[in-house]
């Protein structure tokens, strides 16, 4: 998580929400990392998770990214817990819980939907504190400025 967070605040001095992710190999290896790029690409996609994800397919040279993990500084939204899913990764890690449009238990569980043949596993709550942290204090600071 500390890793993600790293890219988070690589995004946030970009001037993009401060989101990051990590894609982990089944021996905790680092796959890929990447950061919320929506402002920069001007890619309504470009999510950290989304950038991971990639950035791991291509790495591994598949598509399938069983026995990865996602781990992500903010619960992901419905598009990113889709591509957790389609991607076939065995575990998503979150930091915050985003209320207001989380895909991962709070507005809606479509990793853990039972109508899908493939569930990740999660595990939420991670380092909670210092990734609303640095969420909070970016949308002050843009308030502000
Ligand atoms: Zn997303």
């Known amino acids: 998580m500390r890793r ?3 890219e988070a605040r ?10 990051g992710a990590v894609v982990l190999g089944p021996s905790g290896e680092t796959v890929a990392a990447g950061h919320n790029d929506r402002e920069r690409a001007a890619d ?8 991971a994800i990639r950035a ?8 399938r990214l069983a026995g990865c993990t996602l ?6 939204c419905t598009m990113c817990a889709g591509a ?4 076939r990764l065995d575990r998503v890690v979150y930091g915050a819980a985003d209320l207001k449009a989380g895909a991962v238990g709070s507005l809606w569980d479509v990793v853990r939907d ?8 999660v595990i939420a709550g991670v380092m909670a504190d210092e990734c609303a942290a640095l969420l909070t204090e970016f949308f002050t600071r843009r308030r502000v400025g």
């Open 4 to 6: 993600a967070l790293a």
């Open 10 to 19: 690589l995004a946030g001095e970009a001037g993009d929400v401060p989101v």
């Open 44 to 51: 309504p996609t470009g999510h950290a998770e989304i950038v």
């Open 56 to 63: 791991a397919a291509a790495a591994r040279g598949a598509w």
């Open 71 to 76: 781990v992500v500084t903010l619960e992901p």
């Open 84 to 87: 957790a899913v389609q991607s």
């Open 114 to 121: 039972r109508r899908l043949n493939h569930r990740p596993e």
